[in-house]
């Protein structure tokens, strides 16, 4: 089965189980492109002088400094997971910098 291929609703055991290692696999590749992630922030451990690459000059760039006193505050409806039956534990952690999902 091809990584684009959608699945049925067929409830049979070999096909909620390729429907898991499709689920699974696109699980795996989010957290390739996100285990490398640093931290970065103002103080002196972490600060700009510590940044690499094109975030090191400049004055417009990422990581920017959100000033909190100006941020108006927005709410949103909670993010729902959908994942299911699959089993294990979950957990979805916010470092301030990324969103971490691990199973």
Same mark, same amino acid.
């Not at 049925?8 to 957290?31: C, F």
């Not at 992630?37 to 002196?44: D, P």
């Not at 997971?81 to 990324?98: H, M, W």
């Given at each position: $089965?091809?990584?684009? *291929? *959608?699945?049925?609703?067929?409830? #049979?055991? !070999?096909?909620? *189980? *390729?429907?898991?290692?499709?689920?699974?696999?696109?699980? %795996?590749?989010?957290?390739?492109?996100?285990?490398?992630?640093?931290?970065?922030? /103002? +103080?002196?451990?972490?600060?700009?002088?510590?940044?690499?690459?094109?975030? %090191? #000059? +400049?004055?417009? %760039?990422?990581?920017?400094?959100?000033? !909190? #006193?100006?941020?108006?505050? $927005? /709410?949103?409806?909670?993010?729902?997971?959908?994942?299911?039956?699959?089993?294990?534990?979950?957990?979805?952690?916010?470092? +301030?910098?990324? #969103?971490?999902?691990? $199973?």
């Amino acid at each position: $089965m091809r990584d684009d *291929e *959608e699945l049925t609703d067929d409830a #049979s055991p !070999s096909n909620r *189980e *390729e429907k898991k290692k499709v689920e699974k696999t696109g699980v %795996q590749k989010v957290a390739e492109k996100t285990k490398h992630s640093h931290s970065f922030g /103002y +103080g002196n451990e972490d600060g700009p002088h510590r940044w690499t690459g094109k975030c %090191q #000059s +400049g004055s417009r %760039q990422s990581p920017i400094d959100i000033v !909190s #006193s100006a941020v108006t505050p $927005m /709410y949103y409806h909670p993010l729902k997971l959908d994942f299911l039956d699959v089993p294990g534990r979950i957990n979805l952690t916010n470092d +301030g910098n990324t #969103s971490k999902f691990n $199973m």
